[in-house]
């Protein structure tokens, strides 16, 4: 039995017929329109892990069962295999006027682990091959045309959501799509003959098309529409006038003069925003080139000291959000020349706007008042502790938060989310990327001949974003780092490079012929100059901007010249700091957790970061870098950037958020000037809620006086059992390596390590996590041999983890000089993606007593290696890592003592390993280098953020003995002294 659903147009034209051809099965054969066919099949199917066929599809359901009500027509099944369905499934087709609304639902009767959920529409490419097809998605409106030949990528078409995309079935007639982004993500249009095929096919993902779970009904709605060629095209036409006015406003031919000057308020609160609205005429082809047109405020303030303030070129935009996931901003009239300023005292201010075009100038005189405020002001280096950082009024600043670089397609959605969430949270820092391939990218590559973007020309959409951006965050207190660019812009080759996409590259009409002479060509630096001038003008007088970072990682590019960097970070602060009239600091980071000393040591930076990503024991390894940084450079420092591992390895598996919770601490106890900064904002913290793991950093910070007191570590911290102490226990000894790198070390040499009994391991300093093998790096070449002994029989465990994608690596055991265990892992694809099928324990048996294991990598290139000796210790000693920070001196209502205590086993790592915790006893704590006094003890919970009082301790000789309560995974103490 086959039904056909036929609809009659409301016009009643001859030709304004649509049917959809719905077999019993539920399967859409084809639609077609006057007779003609539109579109071949269309049908939901559920793809597998890595798009390995399917789990199920909606166009051959079993047992169906039809039903027709009015317009509208039921199919119901069961999808899957017959003997055992994984899913119930509907499809339901109505007509309504000139279109018919496809529903597709869905329950899965057991969780799937799906790749992707998708609706497909198969178009025929014989009638349509070279046609056009129309897009109405408001600025972004436009005809296009279905590719004649095989185009590359074969996925020609690709968004996030638009209201119509439509193709030609006869003369003026079109079929467009109308998808619910209520129910969708996006779509790709591809070329099915990359296939062998011969349709186009448009592929609509599901929103939240990965997480099918038992039980749970999805759905997917579309609508096919017969609409008039004629009329979409006068749509597109009204949608894209405000982008074509806006580019005729780009350029300008008129005399030189300032027609009006309108202030936003006469009056405005100190550091609060002044913005000029400037109307006036020039001559000149780019609002963004000083050298063409330059619009100047020279601002005299109340104690007569003299400001210029660079005005700038920009467009107001409306935002409007399609379904749940795709922003849109459409230009509103306004465009034109603004200047913003903040006043940092109150009282009279004077001023003059200046227009130069070419040698011709004009003036315009303007005046306000500003009052005074409670403001904190801009964040500066301590003046107290260089290692710190502190607001213009005083008050300690400690930087607490994430990175949140970028939003999905959601644009400035995201942030509405993410700064209330991390204000609620008490956060109060956060990072975001200015490009190189985000919704914020200010420079980048002409899209058409019409794109008012490009080399030397600011992306005005995306300014605007920003602008939202930096006000919402301004609003909730939230300091922003504004990362100008990162190193995918210079990078050639994969991962992550954009250098393809770099408007300096000469291949897109730059003057680079290659990604290093960017610190070096003249006109590079011009061209970037003139957008450092533009960020200053249009985002400088925002005080919740807490500095500027040149780069993200700029030492991963191929061909990194030290000197080179050095000089045009040198040369680029000095022009920043010239244009800047707020001083905001300035800094820059890299890939490699060492950086490059050789820019870090630039007066010109005012503080530091690191990056680091696979740490296994976070805190310590954080701790123990910044500590070394604040000692080499003197200035702030804290990590920019930690993680896992570098592709969110280990993530999943961290439901508590352990490697998060152990970074922020990791800061407060350094100290660094913040916390650590975590990565995996948008596909960790955000969908499982981590948020909470910020707020009791927060609480503790509070009334600690880092920027007046300069804490020091104390290292000299002995624990004990308090009481009897517990038997004792045997346990698995894990040695982790602290190093990786490519480069000559002494890590990277043959090495000895030597595991006692008692768990203390001899070498591990120099030990290296990751192994070179024989012939891509042979004179790095580092395997090791441990002095081991067991006390009873037991096993040595050798767990691989990533494996190079240049040529794969291989795994040696031997024991007393006979080899147990040899494991090749070869590298069989054509790919350079680093391996994880090798991934796992590798173990060899070891009698009782006293041996020599040798592991060594003997296969071509690099693997990373962890050693597990299998119920090796026997431990008396209480399972607790201790950190303190002691003032040096003892000041009436500050702490002067600040100790965490943490279970050993603590760690995302060891978690992963199914290395527990388990409660700690009752401890004492010993610490020394403490000034003399009596002290009161609160004990804070780090996951709750609650104090308690845990009574008052005393030393006379230096070092205080603190008890410390029975704990599960960890808890912080502060020691006040006690007034009489």
């Known amino acids: 039995m086959r039904w056909t659903l036929a609809l009659m147009g409301v016009a009643m034209m001859a030709h304004a017929d649509l049917a959809v051809d719905l077999a019993a099965n539920g399967e859409v054969k084809s639609v077609a329109v006057g007779g003609k066919q539109a579109a071949g099949a269309v049908g939901l199917y559920v793809a597998k892990p890595g798009w390995q066929g399917n789990w199920f599809t909606s166009d051959g359901l079993d047992t169906p069962q039809g039903t027709a009500s009015g317009a509208t027509q039921v199919i119901r099944g069961t999808a899957g295999p017959a003997d055992q369905p994984v899913a119930d499934v509907t499809v339901r087709c109505t007509a309504k006027g000139q279109s018919v609304e496809l529903v597709y639902e869905f329950t899965p009767r057991e969780t799937l682990a799906a790749q992707d959920t998708v609706v497909r529409v198969r178009l025929p490419i014989p009638s349509l091959v070279g046609q056009p097809y129309l897009l109405l998605n408001s600025a972004a409106s436009r005809e296009g045309h279905f590719p004649q030949e095989l185009p590359t990528p074969y996925t020609f078409f690709h968004d996030a959501g638009f209201d119509q995309f439509a193709w030609p079935v006869g003369g003026d007639t079109y079929l467009a799509l109308e998808p619910d982004w209520q129910c969708f993500s996006g779509v790709n249009v591809q070329d099915n003959r990359y296939f062998k095929g011969t349709e186009y096919e448009i592929q609509l993902y599901l929103l939240h098309g990965r997480d099918l779970r038992q039980g749970k009904t999805m759905q997917a709605r579309l609508t096919l529409r017969e609409v008039s060629g004629k009329e979409l095209r006068a749509r597109i036409e009204s949608q894209l006038a405000p982008r074509r006015r806006l580019r005729e406003a780009l350029s300008q031919q008129g005399e030189t003069a300032i027609q009006s000057v309108a202030l936003s308020a006469t009056s405005v609160p100190v550091y609060g925003r002044l913005e000029l609205a400037v109307g006036l005429t020039a001559t000149y082809d780019n609002p963004f080139d000083p050298e063409d047109v330059r619009l100047d ?27 749940t996931k795709s922003e849109r901003l459409v230009p509103v009239d306004g465009a034109g020349w603004r200047i913003r300023f903040a006043p940092r005292k109150p009282g009279n201010y004077r001023g003059r706007v200046v227009l130069t075009d070419g040698d011709r100038t004009a003036e315009f005189p303007f005046a306000f008042t500003a009052t005074v405020a409670a403001h904190h002001g801009l964040v500066r280096v301590a003046k107290a502790n260089p290692l710190a950082f502190e607001f213009e009024d005083g008050s300690p600043y400690f930087a607490i938060g994430e990175n949140v670089c970028w939003p999905s397609s959601a644009g400035t959605y995201d942030y509405d989310n993410y700064w209330q969430r991390l204000a609620e949270a008490g956060a109060n820092y956060a990072r975001i990327w200015v490009g190189p391939f985000d919704c914020f990218t200010l420079e980048r590559v002409k899209r058409d001949a019409d794109d008012p973007a490009g080399l030397g020309r600011i992306d005005l959409e995306n300014a605007w974003r920003l602008d939202y951006v930096l006000d919402e965050a301004a609003k909730r207190g939230i300091e922003v780092m504004f990362c100008i660019d990162s190193f995918n812009s210079l990078r050639i080759k994969e991962p992550h490079a954009i250098w393809s996409r770099c408007p300096y590259s000469e291949a897109n009409g730059g003057p680079l012929a290659k990604p290093q002479e960017f610190f070096t060509n003249a006109e590079a630096r011009k061209l970037f100059e003139r957008r450092l001038r533009y960020i200053v003008a249009r985002w400088g007088d925002n005080p919740h901007v807490m500095s500027w970072e040149f780069w993200n990682e700029v030492d991963i590019i191929e061909t990194y010249v030290s000197d080179e960097v050095r ?22 980071s890299w890939a490699r957790t060492a950086g490059d000393p050789n820019v870090d040591a630039l007066p010109e930076l005012d503080y530091i970061q690191s990056h680091q990503y696979g740490a296994h024991d976070a805190a310590w390894y954080l701790m123990k870098v910044s500590r070394e940084k604040n000692a080499t450079f003197g200035k702030p420092h804290y990590f920019g950037e930690f993680g896992t591992g570098t592709r969110a390895e280990g993530t999943r598996e ?8 152990n970074g922020l601490w990791s800061g407060v106890f350094a100290p660094a000037a913040g916390t650590g900064m975590l990565w995996w904002w948008d596909n960790y913290v955000e969908p499982r809620d981590l948020y909470h793991l910020f707020t009791p950093v927060a609480k503790f910070v509070q009334g600690i006086p880092y920027n007046t007191v300069r804490y020091a570590p104390l290292t000299d911290l002995q624990v004990a059992w308090r009481g009897t102490p517990p038997p004792p226990r045997r346990e698995d000894l894990l040695v982790q390596g602290r190093h990786a790198s490519w480069s000559p070390a002494p890590f990277n040499q043959p090495r000895t390590v030597v595991c006692k009994r008692d768990g203390k391991v001899e070498g591990i300093d120099q030990l290296a996590r ?9 004179d790095l070449h580092n395997p090791v041999t441990f002095q081991v002994d067991y006390a009873t029989a037991g096993r040595f465990v050798v767990k691989v983890g990533n494996v190079s994608g240049y040529g794969g690596a291989g795994l040696r055991i031997a024991l007393d000089g006979e080899t147990k265990l040899e494991q090749l892992f070869p590298d069989e694809d054509e790919g350079n ?12 048996e070891v009698p009782a007593g006293p041996h020599t294991v040798v592991v060594e990598n003997v296969g071509r290139d690099w693997v990373y290696l962890d050693y597990i000796l299998s119920d090796y210790t026997v431990r008396t000693d209480p399972p607790v890592v201790l950190y303190a920070l002691s003032a040096p001196v003892a000041r009436p209502g500050e702490p002067t003592v600040l100790l965490w205590a943490r279970h050993e086993a603590f760690t995302w790592y060891r978690h992963s390993l199914g290395m527990s915790e388990w409660p700690v006893g009752e401890t004492e704590v010993a610490v020394a280098g ?15 953020g609650e104090s308690r009082p845990g009574g008052t301790v005393k030393t006379g000789d230096g070092t205080v003995r603190i008890p410390l309560p029975a704990f599960a995974k960890d808890l912080a103490v502060k020691l006040f002294p006690e007034t009489p």
């Open 654 to 661: 961290d439901v508590e958020g352990i490697h998060l919770h």
């Open 833 to 844: 993606k680093d391996i994880t099928a090798f991934a796992g324990n590798y173990a060899i």
């Open 930 to 944: 403490v000034p003399a006094g009596t002290y009161r003890l609160e004990l804070w919970d780090t996951f709750t």
């Open 770 to 778: 990751l192994q070179h093998g024989l012939r891509n790096h042979p």
């Open 567 to 588: 000089d045009w970070h040198r040369d680029m602060a000095r022009y920043l700091r010239s244009l800047d009239p707020y001083d905001h600091l300035i800094t820059t």
């Open 297 to 323: 405020a020279v601002i005299t303030d109340p104690d007569g000291q003299e400001t210029t303030v660079p005005g700038f070129f920009s467009c107001p935009y409306q935002r409007n959000l399609v379904g």
